[in-house]
């Protein structure tokens, strides 16, 4: 993704917070600069899942990178290693763990990160979206076929690898569209926003319908 | 949480499943979703002298509450004037089928749906500009991937 300084810019000042324990400046991480004591995550005014992970705020992460973050992460704020230490160092390891774990749900889901990401920014959304007829019609056929009982040697299971196909290649490209979008973007703009939003709006839908359709093919197969 | 005996009727046994056809010039059709559920709803309504709806049809993809929402609303529109049908509101839904608060949102999609069924029909028959029409039909031929 590019880093183009006005895409999905966050605003520059840097969150000034000071230690619970010592007073001097925290600086980043969740441990103090100064007296190393350990801090409540997500206090920043320019913290988010991103900057917890070390990740530039786009789109297009690298997932092996997130999941090491994770880990290191994890280790070092374990509760079990505050188990002797002071209730308030408790109640953050504890309550740091727990953010780290949503955040990384967060950003390891393509579609939560979009959604993420688009709340980290400022802008407008054309007031209604078309709808997608097209896709809708699909889904409604498809969930009619979910409706019934589907025989193991039956020509209804073959129509319905055939769709579960059709909308994994539908996925795919809308992913690739996302991609290609959040690359663009600036969110200033209502259109590109727009194009975002429906863009996830339609990989939602798919979400919902191919989750359905593998449960039934487990189901019958 | 126990469903209503209403909705589970609803949901066991829906009224009207089916469709009509979209092109009749007398046939409204609404479809809407919910992308956070996946929820997808499609309800026509053919409109006959004097503006009072003839016949209701819809196809859910989504849950029972969807499906009994949209099922009972066609239920209710039927033999309805266009007037009155636009007097329906998702809260008359939520009260009769006794919709828990996390269900609510289907009860808005099928208020979403029959408005924009009520709207197609008084689209296709001159309450629209030709250019909307023009619009609509350049839309049809947009896909989605």
Redesign the interface.
């Given at each position: 993704m590019s880093s183009d300084a006005d895409s999905l810019k966050m605003s520059p000042t840097e969150g000034h917070h000071l230690c619970w324990s010592c007073r001097e400046e925290v600086g980043e991480g969740p441990f103090c600069h100064s007296c190393v004591k350990i801090q409540k995550l997500g206090q920043g005014q320019d913290e988010n899942y991103f900057s917890i992970f070390g990740l530039d705020l786009s789109y297009d992460i690298d997932l092996n990178r997130l999941r090491q973050k994770l880990h290191e992460l994890s280790k070092k704020l374990h509760p079990d290693f505050y188990s002797t230490a002071s209730e308030i160092e408790k109640t953050y390891a504890r309550d740091n763990s727990a953010l780290i774990n949503k955040g990384f749900a967060t950003l390891s889901d393509p579609i939560k990160r979009a959604d993420y990401l688009l709340g980290l920014t400022q802008g407008n959304i054309a007031s209604n979206p078309?709808?997608?007829?097209?896709?809708?019609?699909e889904?409604?056929e498809?969930?009619?076929l979910l409706m019934d009982q589907i025989d193991p040697e039956s020509p209804e299971l073959k129509t319905l690898v055939t769709i579960d196909q059709k909308f994994n290649?539908?996925n795919d490209?809308?992913l690739a569209t996302l991609s290609e979008l959040f690359e663009n973007f600036r969110e200033s703009d209502e259109k590109q926003r727009t194009a975002l939003a429906t863009c996830?709006?339609?990989i939602?839908?798919l979400?919902?319908?191919t989750k359905r359709i593998r449960a039934k093919l487990d189901e019958v197969t | 949480m126990a469903y209503s005996e209403k909705l589970l009727e609803h949901f066991k046994n829906p009224r009207n499943m089916g469709s009509l056809d979209k092109n009749d010039k007398a046939v409204g059709t609404g479809m809407v979703g919910a992308p956070e559920c996946g929820d997808v709803m499609k309800l026509q309504l053919k409109i006959g002298a004097n503006n009072v709806i003839e016949d209701a049809k819809f196809k859910t993809f989504g849950c029972g509450s969807a499906i009994a929402s949209s099922s009972l609303a066609t239920e209710w529109v039927k033999g309805k004037t266009i007037e009155e049908a636009l007097k329906i509101k998702n809260t008359d839904i939520v009260n009769e089928l006794s919709l828990p608060p996390v269900k609510i949102h289907c009860s808005v999609l099928a208020e979403d749906a029959l408005k924009a069924a009520l709207a197609d029909y008084m689209q296709k028959n001159g309450n629209g500009t030709e250019e909307e029409k023009d619009q609509k039909d350049q839309d049809k031929t947009e896909r989605v991937s």
């Open positions: 078309k709808p997608p007829q097209e896709l809708f019609e889904i409604l498809a969930g009619e290649a539908y490209n809308l996830l709006d339609n939602k839908y979400r919902t319908i | -």
